[in-house]
């Protein structure tokens, strides 16, 4: 008589339970990954607009001793519309301290920006850094700057 033995069933189910976790554990990882990758995308996309839509509003010209930000009204650093559940905030507005050295190519000497704007007044130059989040459980930030210059 020939067939399969309890021991044997047992062991073929148990391996198959097995196998059927292991791909159901990969899926998983998977579709997580890709909502991870897909928030990255979504808050790196709505950084770069709300940095565009910052470079095309007017400059500001600071006045001695006060800070930098004060020179732009609130609504001039509002962000574009965002999709649903991002946040997005200026993390800062400085202006070029005029004295440190200044260069548009790599390995020239850095500038350095502070927060108030220097005593003899605008020096022409300030830098904007802003970041966008997703605050959801799979969130991502990114964070971008730029210099804007005096026309």
Do not use: K
Not at 94 to 101: F, L, Q, V, Y
Not at 113 to 119: D, I
């Amino acid at each position: 008589m020939s067939g399969e033995t309890l021991v044997e069933l047992v062991l073929a189910v148990a391996l198959m339970g097995v196998v059927g976790i292991t791909l159901l554990a990969a899926l998983g990882t998977g579709i997580a990954g890709t909502t991870i990758g897909r928030a990255a995308a979504t808050v790196e996309v709505s950084l770069q607009s709300y940095v565009e839509e910052l470079r095309a509003r007017p400059y500001r010209a600071c006045t001695s001793g006060s800070a930098v930000r004060a020179a732009y009204p609130p609504a001039e650093l509002e962000p574009p519309a965002l999709p649903a559940g991002l946040r997005a905030e200026v993390l800062e507005v400085t202006a070029w301290d005029g004295r440190s050295g200044w260069a548009d190519a790599p390995g020239g000497p850095v500038a350095s920006f502070t927060e108030r704007c220097p005593p003899g007044g605008d020096t022409g130059a300030q830098r904007i850094v802003v970041a966008v989040e997703d605050p959801g459980p799979r969130g991502a930030r990114a964070t971008d700057g730029f210099v804007r210059r005096r026309p």
